[in-house]
DNA sequence: GAATTTAAAAATCTCGAGAAAAATGGTTGA
DNA sequence: TCAACCATTTTTCTCGAGATTTTTAAATTC
């Protein structure tokens, strides 16, 4: 069972149009190329995308699950406004729910669980060694959404890691606003190596402390960003 | 800023056909009129919701948002299906989420939110009162649904907000077969009533063991259903 | 000079028709 | 009897054009 658009979005090779172009904008919003409030308009972007009128409509439709596109009435399509009070939001939200499905993934994980675990921790590990190059970079935040994603697999609960997903997209594209100016502010790979640890060696209390923090780190960095940087 | 789809259609009127469609069409499935698994023929429905085939796919891809539609590569829409482990997920997440937008709600809350809820419960009461037709128990729904949503209103957590708002929504799609055999199965107003009182009288730990009780309680009357009944 | 009104321009929203894919059903062959 | 195959039908997906609405800009009035 499908739950999202997003959840379907990630895994296959788009099939359709609507699809494709789906994909094209959620990455061209994350990225920061289609600035936050920025009015998207159909008929100009039905060029840039190669598709018609309405094919552009249905993806912008498909966005507003994941609350990278807002509409209002009348007046078409936007891409979703960011600030500071909202990554607040939903850092917190995630330190909850990302913490709760930590502890049930230490809990009823198995062995094949850890192996993957150390498989994606190892990758990401690869990618953290050459830190520049801007394909490079793409892969080394591909990695570290699976490793994020691992970590909570075994967490039984299809919405918890529903509602994750999204929260994670959300923060990444926070994140990028912080990475483009100071590349690898603090020393990840560390924390990423001991929320490993904590994990394999099944203690979840500490486990969920060390993801808290490791989230909580990441907005405390983009809060050290001058407000003029987020376009309101 | 409106996080979702589903927030700006509740409140305002539509102003535009994909967004009437897209109304008629949640209503529809969140009243089973629509089953659970079944395929939605653009071709047909067009018709019968009086647009064109663009437009529904547009409202249907909007209910993706809501995940009561799901969709596959090119093989059109389905109405999302139905289970008890769903359900039971879905329980689970909004025990915790919801209590936890209770204590903070509780903790945050002015006067002006205890008049709003002390208010909600009223109206709600009111269509407790007179139990039958159909008519009312739409009133009823709404009211019910109100009540929830100020019980959780000063909850500072937009996020919070938002995912409540999916499983409530996805929650009174399985109460609904529920309450369809067996009206009003418990008393549902002596819970409502006890909650008020606890959060009134900012007793946290108490409102929220309520509200889990309620939410779980919710849960059971359904499960008690044979499982011929969730048509799979 | 500022505010309201009016007209033009742009954008959104909507529909119907055509191309591509999937589901259907009957036929053939082992 | 069963399975594989092909033609037909249905359905999905896609596009371009027309009707409303919003936005922009100029013109008029006070």
Redo the contacts between chains.
């Keep these: ?5 997003s959840a ?1 979005g990630l895994s ?1 090779e788009p ?2 149009l609507v ?1 494709s172009a789906y994909r094209a904008l959620r990455r061209d919003i994350i990225e920061g190329s289609l600035v936050p409030g920025e009015k998207l308009r159909v008929e100009h972007l039905k060029d840039n995308y190669g598709v018609g009128a ?1 094919t552009l ?2 993806a912008l ?2 966005l ?2 994941d ?1 990278l596109v ?5 007046r078409g399509f936007r891409v ?2 960011v600030s500071l009070e ?1 990554f607040e ?2 850092t ?2 995630r330190v ?1 729910l990302e913490c ?1 499905a930590l502890r049930q993934s230490i809990a009823i994980g198995d062995d094949a669980w850890e192996a993957d675990l150390v498989a994606a921790f190892h990758r990401l590990a690869k990618a953290e060694e050459k830190r520049i190059g801007s394909e490079v970079r793409e892969e080394w935040e591909e990695r570290n959404r699976i490793f994020h994603e691992v970590l909570i697999a075994a967490c ?5 890691k ?2 994750l997903s999204i ?1 994670y997209q959300q923060a990444e594209r926070y994140r990028r606003m912080s990475l483009y100016l100071q590349p690898i502010p603090r020393d990840i790979h560390i924390e990423h190596e001991a929320l490993l640890q904590a994990a394999i060696s099944r203690d979840a209390d500490k486990a969920a402390a060390m993801l808290a923090e490791h989230i909580q780190l990441t907005f405390r960095s983009v809060q050290a960003i001058p407000a003029e940087q987020l376009n309101k």
Tied chains: 1, 2.
């Design positions: 069972m499908n739950i999202s658009a379907e296959a099939k359709t699809e309405g409509r249905e439709s498909l507003i699950s609350a807002v509409s209002q009435g009348q979703a406004p909202d939001d939903i917190r939200t909850m709760e039984p609960s299809r919405w918890l529903h509602f929260l």
